[in-house]
């Protein structure tokens, strides 16, 4: 048997049923306003912002609600590098444990802020 080599092997056709597809630029415009902030970029603004080191950037943005988490803490506290190793270590630590995720932070921003906030 010959194997199929090219895409006109396929014999593809049009389906009369769909009606051709014009995307505008308005419709692109609309549709980045509603995405999220891409990893990259992310990465980036959390050590040129917060003055991170390449590795906690890369560490807290390795999962969207841990960069959720750290981005309002800091905006809380001006410490950036307590508020990451915090999030990394010992929230981490507990979610881990008790086996729940990011987005089931055991604490609050603000009950956060209250046990890094020096006295």
């Known amino acids: 048997m010959r194997s199929k080599e090219d895409a006109q092997d396929y014999r593809y056709f049009p389906d009369p049923d769909l009606l051709p597809l014009v995307v505008t630029e308005k419709m692109v415009d609309d549709v980045r306003k509603t995405m999220p902030e891409l990893r990259e970029k992310k990465l980036e603004r959390f ?15 390795s999962h969207r609600a841990m960069a ?52």
């Open 47 to 61: 050590k040129k912002d917060y003055a991170l080191s390449a590795y906690d950037a890369l560490a807290l943005t």
């Open 68 to 119: 959720t988490i750290s981005r309002r803490r800091t905006r809380l506290w001006d410490d950036p590098k307590l508020s990451a190793n915090w999030v990394m270590g010992e929230v981490a630590a507990y979610l881990n444990r008790y086996e729940k995720f990011f987005d089931q932070p055991p604490v609050t921003t603000g009950q956060l802020g209250k046990l890094l906030i020096p006295h």
